[in-house]
């Protein structure tokens, strides 16, 4: 082993050692209108990650306000860092759209968040697979 894949070995060790989060990353559906409730009921939603990760806003981001629907929301943004070697199914890539749903965090506020993926970042040098995200609330 070189000293480079060592020291990337070493990174990713401890980048993994500070994801205390568990996100489930996942596709849905298109909205389907139910005409015998009159209710419109969301898609199906497909998982292809539920794991550890670390959930952090990006600082620098001031947030930007924009119009969605009948009123106005704030985009902020967030970086969501899995292990690196984290595989997913088959074919899947993770694409604008999909979401994150952060299951379980040390801090309770953040449970429950769903933040809108925006891209994703990849590399052989990276200590963790980065995704980029929204929160649309």
């Known amino acids: 082993m070189s000293g480079l ?3 990337l070995a070493a990174g ?4 993994e050692a500070r994801m205390r989060d568990t996100v489930r990353l996942y596709s849905q559906g298109p909205d389907v209108f139910d005409r015998s409730t009159g209710q419109t009921v969301p898609g199906p ?5 539920e794991g550890k990760a670390r959930v952090t806003s990006v600082a620098q981001a001031s947030g930007e306000d924009t119009q969605a629907g009948d009123r106005e929301v704030r ?6 860092s899995v292990p ?3 595989s997913l199914p088959s074919g899947t890539r993770v694409l604008p759209g999909m979401r994150v749903e952060v ?6 506020r953040m449970a429950g968040l769903i933040l ?3 891209g994703a970042q990849f590399g052989d040098q ?5 995704i980029s995200t929204e929160d649309r609330s």
């Open 5 to 7: 894949d060592s020291a």
């Open 12 to 15: 990713r060790r401890a980048a």
């Open 45 to 49: 939603k497909s998982t292809v990650y």
């Open 75 to 80: 985009l902020l943004e967030y970086l969501v």
């Open 84 to 86: 690196w070697g984290t």
């Open 103 to 108: 299951v379980d965090s040390p801090d309770a």
């Open 116 to 118: 809108w993926v925006t």
């Open 126 to 130: 990276a200590t963790a697979w980065r």
